[in-house]
Each structure stands twice: as structure tokens, then as C-alpha cells.
């Protein structure tokens, strides 16, 4: 508690507050690096575009060479998506909670999504006040992180076929009997167009909500500090009015 | 589990001998059984002696709704050669398609080599409908459902050939009109080991049966009740032109230069990559060719539902369920990320329209409010 008290009054002293830590930021730029990485190399897979004769200077091994990449950087999205998993439910603070992908279950957080979906639809002037993500960003999150464990999972199913008995198979096999070989490819390729999406919705978003309310979210992905939006530096007038009112309620 | 016969006392090897097949034919063909096996060389003695110690194992041969590709593909069997594998190795006292006798005479002969509970083999060719109490296929008055629980129930082990008789195959495609279904499913419980492929090889129905002469069981499964050796690797795995995939030289059209060449199938639709069979090593005819070598990509055939799941035969992917065979699943990807980039166009519009409409005043921002 009296952590929290102290927070606070450092927050309203500086105007910011130190949301994502390390590990969050490190995750985040991890996925950018890998999303995209698998989104070029996993599209030459599906649909190779480069048609390579054998004495172009780029040898004989071009898809050999795109699919370890793609395999290779898999690897690695498996091992930033575990450390985020970490993150969110034993190492992180309240802000990389996995509590914040869904905000649906209280009732607090159900009045924010829809506070925040009438913000996007124009019917409200400003999104509610939030320091970690929006509700409507946490909940489009946690779907994000359904997509991520389904394209790991039919990723490893279909990579897992080329070792039949191994590692990869034994763990995955289980999934053609639900879902057909042609199915699972399809599910996987429709997903990576889906990140796709999302991302050009995600950086839309942060793009509107750091202009519109001032309060640092585009730098704070790297940075790992927001400000808080009533003293943000649009309004050094109205801060100096709140100094000299100490007693001012608590803005968090 | 030894096979006995209730009709016949001399051994393989005596008939093989008074058949005036040599001995050199025989190795042969254990060999090439114990390579098929996949089984260490040290097992080549064992499946010689299992094979020429057998007593003719009395097998009958059902066939239901299908095409008669897989007898065909039977029939087309070198090792051991059709006369060989029909008349001495395996003792086909049923067989329609290809036994001389006909009507009351035929289902005697059924009926005299099924008699004895578990003394049997049955393969099982042609799927099994059950729409309408099986009416769809009845032989001698009696549906194929009636026939195949009575045969397939009191036989010793059940081997379907062929995808038809294994999953319902091409009759169970959607709408699957007579609601065909595969052996295992309309007889639950029994012994059951699927054979899929249109058609199946008879090198694998060979080899399975000499699995079963050696060592008394089937030989190991898959998730789909297919043997391992025969449907434990990938066609892609094992492609000839593996090669020209992993170097990215892909046909891109029937007759390029790319395809004369012999180049990989991939952009053609073959789904090698999704279908696990041991075609490339086994090959067809004789060892002659298989699909992917005559340039024909491999179509999945060995595939549960290979039919509703494998098409379009000639794209990489199936066809996004729900919206028209003209969509590609690439160009729908591109229709949501394109429909998402534009919505934002627009509300990134709209916000620019509102900002200056109603200007931001930083004051009035409602802090309370959380």
C-alpha cells in the first residue's frame, strides 16, 4: 500500500509513470521482428513467388533457406511468447497482467470497452483515462494471443510432419485427426493475413490515441514511461494551476 | 496365432515348389517383403520361414460400393505375380470380381470359407452405405452393412483396401448421397487395418499379410489405423524431386520448360506435403513410375476425406469455406487487411474532420472519471 502511495505522489510530481517494463518491450519488439520475418519468408513457403534457376548467384537452396529462417524465427516467437507468458501471470506488474486481456470479466472494465468503442465510432470525445492498455486494446490483445498459440500450434503441426516419431509429432499429431492436413495450412495462412490486419490496426491506433490524448503511448513502447493526460505538456498552464493546489483528488 | 486352413494341408513351400516357382523367385520376394517391412536384414531368415511354413490362409475378398480399382491394382501385382498371390499364397476362395463361380454358387463359397469364426482374412474393398438401411448396395439380397458386420465381425483381422473401404472415400465425398462410411466405422470393435489409396498398392497388402504370417499380429498403426511402414513418411519427404522444392525450381504451368524438366509439383497443387504414403519408394506397376514421376502432382488419395479436403487437385490450398471457388484464400487475407487499412483511412478522416470541428482542449479532459 504505501508503495502505491508513493508511486502516486511520484506521479504527480513528474506527470509520468513507468508502465512496461523490460521484458514487455524486449516481448513486443521480439514479435514485430518475428511477425514480419515469418509473414515474408511464410508467404514464399505458401506461395513461392521466386522461381530460381539454377544458375542465378542465390544457389540452390532458396526455399531450403526461407523455410529455416521461417523455422528458425518460429523458434524464437515460441521463446519471447514464453517469457511474456511468464510475465503476465507471476513476473510482471499490474499492467502486464494478463488481467488486462479481459477487461470483460468486471464490470468496470465492460463499461471502459464500450466507453472506448463509442470513442472509436466518434460518439465520444476521449477514450477513458487508462495508464496500461485501453480495455478494448486488451481485449483485441488477447485475441491476438489466441492467433499467436494457433499459428504455433499449426506452425509445429505441420513442420512436425517432416519427423514423423519426434519431438514436434508426437506433441501436435493429435491435431489432423480433428482438423484435415489442407485445413490446418489454410488455418495458418489465413491467420498470418489476420497479424496482418491487426498490425496495421495497431500502429493506426497508438498513432490516434498518442495524438489525441498526449500521453506518450507511441514513445512509451520504447521508453516504458506514459504520462498521465492531465498533465501532459499541451497543458503547462493548467499544471502549474494544480501545484498550487496540493489537495487536488488523487488522478490516476 | 497360427493360420491354418480347413481345406488345404501342404505348405506354401510345397506349392510354390509344384508350381515350378524357383527358389531364387521366392528370396526375392522375401527380400523385397522385409525391405517393404522396413525391417532390419536379421528378419529376412524369419519372414522366409514364416512364409514357406504357412498353410494356404484362406482369405476372402468383399467388395461394396467402388470401382474395382484396388482387384485392379491387385491384378496388376508382379511380386509375387497374380497367379501366385491369388492361387498359392493367399487362398481367395471369394473374390467377384475375378472367381468363376456366380450367383448361389458364390455365396456358398462365402459362406464355406467364413464358417469357422476367426479362422479367416478379410479384405475389404469399396466403401459401406448406410443411408436408407444400406440400400444403396445389397449383394445377394443382404446389404453390404448386413454383410460386412456377419464377415468382417467373425474374421480374424479385417484389411480394407483402398480409401473407400477405409474412410468412405470417394462415395462419402460431400453430399455423400448414400452415407458411405469406411469398415472401421460401421463395425466397430473389430480388428481392423486400413490400406487407403486410389487404389491401394498390393506390395502393401502383400506385405501386410506377410507381417501377419510372420509375426502372428498387424503390423504397427497411425492415428488413422494405417500401418507404419507403408504410411509412416511423408510422399514429400521421400520425393525424387525433393531436390528442386528445397531449391525453390517450381512448374509453373502444364508443359513449361520447368515441367519437362521434372521440376517440383508444389505450385501445381500436388499435396505430397500433406499425405503420408510410401509411393515414391514402392512405386507403381511393377515399380514402374508413380504420379509425381509420370509429372502429376499427388492428389492425397491415402488421405481420410482425401476428396473434401484435398480439392482444388491443382491449387496449394483448399478454398476458404463459406465464399466462392474463385476466392483465394491469399486474396481474402488481402480483402481483411485491405478492408482494415481503409476502415482506418477512414476514421484517421474522421478524427481529423472532428479535431477541427471540435478542437482538443487538453482542460477538459474527465480525470475523475476512472
Not at chain 2, 450367383?103 to 463359397?109: H, L, S, T, V, Y
Not at chain 2, 506397376?285 to 502432382?297: E, R, V, Y
Request: glycine share 10%; with cysteine.
Amino acid at each position: 500500500m504505501s508503495v502505491q502511495v508513493a508511486e502516486e505522489k511520484s506521479i504527480e510530481k513528474t506527470g509520468r509513470v513507468y508502465i512496461w517494463e523490460i521484458p514487455v518491450r524486449l516481448t513486443h519488439w521480439t514479435n514485430v521482428a518475428c511477425i514480419i520475418i515469418l509473414s515474408f519468408t511464410g508467404y514464399y513457403i505458401g506461395n513461392p513467388y521466386i522461381s530460381v534457376s539454377p544458375r542465378e548467384f542465390y544457389g540452390t537452396y532458396f526455399m531450403g533457406l526461407m523455410r529455416f529462417i521461417h523455422m528458425a524465427t518460429a523458434y524464437i516467437f515460441v521463446g519471447s511468447l514464453v517469457v511474456r507468458t511468464y510475465w503476465a501471470f507471476i513476473g510482471g506488474n499490474q499492467w502486464a497482467s494478463w488481467r488486462a486481456l479481459v477487461p470483460f470479466f468486471t464490470p468496470e472494465g465492460r463499461g471502459k470497452l464500450l466507453n472506448t468503442i463509442l470513442y472509436y465510432f466518434f460518439l465520444r470525445r476521449h477514450p477513458p483515462t487508462t495508464l496500461g492498455h485501453n480495455a478494448l486494446a486488451g481485449f483485441t490483445y488477447g485475441f491476438i494471443v489466441l492467433l499467436y498459440f494457433t499459428q504455433v500450434l499449426t506452425g509445429f503441426a505441420l513442420y512436425g510432419q517432416s519427423d514423423p516419431g519426434g519431438l514436434w509429432w508426437n506433441l501436435t499429431s493429435w491435431l489432423f485427426i480433428f482438423v484435415s492436413n489442407q485445413m490446418v495450412r489454410l488455418i495458418h495462412h489465413l491467420v498470418m493475413w489476420l497479424l496482418i490486419a491487426f498490425a496495421v490496426h495497431h500502429v493506426y491506433s497508438a498513432w490516434l490515441v498518442d495524438t489525441e490524448e498526449a500521453n506518450g503511448l507511441m514513445s512509451s513502447i520504447f521508453s516504458g514511461w506514459k504520462f498521465i493526460v492531465p498533465e501532459s505538456s499541451e497543458s503547462k498552464a493548467k499544471q502549474k494551476v494544480s501545484h498550487q493546489q496540493p489537495d487536488k483528488p488523487g488522478e490516476k | 496365432m497360427k493360420i491354418t486352413s480347413t481345406k488345404e494341408s501342404s505348405t506354401l513351400a510345397d506349392l510354390l515348389t509344384k508350381k515350378g516357382v524357383s527358389r531364387r523367385d521366392f528370396l526375392k520376394f522375401c527380400s523385397a517383403m522385409t525391405a517393404t517391412l522396413a525391417l532390419p536384414v536379421n528378419y529376412f531368415e524369419r519372414v522366409v520361414k514364416a512364409v514357406e511354413q504357412t498353410k494356404k490362409p484362406v482369405l476372402v475378398w468383399l467388395e461394396f460400393q467402388d470401382c474395382a480399382g484396388n482387384t485392379e491394382s491387385l491384378l496388376r501385382a508382379s511380386t509375387p505375380s497374380i497367379s501366385e498371390v491369388v492361387l498359392d499364397v493367399l487362398s481367395v476362395d471369394y473374390h467377384e470380381t475375378i472367381m468363376s463361380a456366380a450367383g448361389r454358387q458364390a455365396e456358398e463359397a462365402l459362406a464355406m470359407a467364413t464358417a469357422e469364426p476367426g479362422s479367416y482374412l478379410v479384405v475389404v474393398e469399396g466403401s459401406i452405405p448406410t443411408k436408407d438401411r444400406g440400400v444403396y448396395c445389397t449383394i445377394g439380397g443382404r446389404t453390404a452393412l448386413d454383410i460386412a458386420q456377419e464377415i468382417c465381425g467373425n474374421a480374424m483381422a479385417t484389411i480394407t483396401c483402398g480409401t473407400c473401404s477405409a474412410y468412405g472415400g470417394i462415395p462419402a465425398a460431400a453430399p455423400n448421397p448414400t452415407g458411405a462410411i469406411g469398415v472401421a466405422e460401421a463395425v466397430p470393435g473389430i480388428t481392423v487395418i486400413n490400406l487407403p489409396g486410389c487404389p491401394m498398392n498390393v506390395t502393401n497388402l502383400t506385405a501386410t499379410v506377410v507381417h501377419f504370417l510372420t509375426f502372428g499380429q498387424l503390423p504397427l498403426t497411425d492415428n488413422f489405423g494405417r500401418p507404419l511402414f507403408a504410411y509412416g513418411s511423408r510422399i514429400h519427404d521421400d520425393c525424387e524431386r525433393r531436390a528442386h522444392f528445397d531449391a525453390g525450381q517450381f512448374v509453373e504451368a502444364w508443359g513449361d520448360e520447368a515441367h519437362r524438366a521434372g521440376w517440383c509439383l508444389y505450385k501445381m497443387g500436388c499435396k505430397g506435403p500433406a499425405t503420408s504414403h510410401n509411393c515414391p519408394v514402392t512405386r507403381w506397376n511393377d515399380q514402374t513410375n508413380w504420379p509425381i514421376g509420370a509429372g502429376h502432382g499427388c492428389v492425397g488419395c491415402s488421405e481420410p476425406n482425401f476428396w473434401d479436403t484435398m480439392t482444388p487437385i491443382y491449387r496449394r490450398l483448399p478454398n476458404v469455406p463459406g465464399l466462392s471457388v474463385e476466392w483465394t484464400a491469399d486474396q481474402v487475407g488481402m480483402v481483411v487487411a485491405g478492408a482494415v487499412a481503409g476502415g482506418f483511412a477512414l476514421h484517421g478522416l474522421g478524427s481529423f474532420i472532428r479535431n477541427r470541428v471540435e478542437p482538443i482542449e487538453r482542460t477538459e479532459v474527465e480525470v475523475g472519471e476512472e
